[in-house]
């Protein structure tokens, strides 16, 4: 059977793959940790649109979780013809001051899980000549970003993993693209206790704009027009004014943030 992959689908730009992709007839393999949230997502899916959906609850982040997932797929004869790697988190602060257990489990979910599953399920796209991967990234990886150093520099990895094995796999029919949103409306900020410093836009509009770069072959798409802007005038300046510049947004929001948290 062929279906689409979603990891961290279980809310936010995963859940709005979801729901996008099921519209188009989409048979769908979500993932997340949260197994009553996917249960109920794919019961509505399946009801609504008439598609078959399965869920695979399971962190993400445990040892070799991502060869378990491939397994189990490979098991229940599937054929995984569109892997989007959404799964990911982030945080805000001073580097030092972090927790660098979670600093580290970052990295793990957000480059070493999009890599071991792209490398994966990517041997049956090309003995088939066709596949899509979808990796979400971010604005932020445009350029790095003081207080949420370790969030950027992962995001910076995908953007530059993903155009580069687009470049690799166009020749066997392989669309990669790395999604660039700027800030979304999803719970990514409680659960980086970060602080928005720009307008937010909504999944859904992101995932629109990621099917449309998806469908002409993009190896990288901005979503949102002043989210683009920002992108590419931050490539114009040297990084050592970027990051000032980026400091004197954060820094005094953080510290208001830690005097009402005091």
Not at 112 to 136: D, E, P, S
Not at 186 to 196: G, V, Y
Not at 231 to 245: D, E, G, I, W
Request: aromatic content about 8%.
């Amino acid at each position: 059977m062929k279906v689409t992959l979603i990891t961290g689908a279980s809310g936010g730009i995963g859940e709005a793959f979801a729901r996008a992709l099921a519209k188009k007839r989409q048979n769908l393999v979500l993932v997340a940790r949260s197994e009553d949230k996917l249960h109920e997502l794919c019961d509505s899916l399946m009801f609504q649109y008439g598609i078959t959906a399965h869920y695979v609850a399971v962190d993400l982040n445990e040892f070799e979780a991502d060869q378990r997932l491939y397994e189990e797929t490979q098991r229940h004869g599937m054929e995984v013809e569109c892997l989007i790697n959404n799964a990911g988190f982030g945080s805000m602060g001073d580097f030092s001051e972090l927790n660098l257990e979670r600093e580290l489990e970052m990295i793990g979910l957000n480059v070493m899980v999009l890599v071991a599953l792209t490398h994966r399920y990517l041997q049956g796209m090309r003995k088939r000549k066709r596949g899509t991967i979808i990796n979400v990234s971010s604005t932020a990886g445009f350029q790095p970003v003081p207080y949420m150093a370790t969030y950027a520099a992962t995001k910076a990895f995908v953007t530059s993993f993903t155009e580069a094995i687009a470049e690799e796999n166009r020749q066997f029919g392989i669309t990669a693209t790395a999604v660039c949103p700027g800030p979304v409306d999803t719970n990514f900020f409680d659960a980086a206790n970060a602080i928005p410093f720009s307008a937010m836009q909504t999944p859904d509009e992101v995932v629109e704009t990621a099917l449309k770069g998806v469908e002409k072959g993009k190896s990288h798409i901005i979503s949102g027009w002043t989210n683009y802007l920002k992108a590419h005038a931050a490539t114009f300046a040297p990084n050592s004014v970027v990051t000032k510049f980026i400091s004197a947004i954060i820094r005094p929001k953080l510290k208001a943030q830690k005097r009402l948290k005091g």
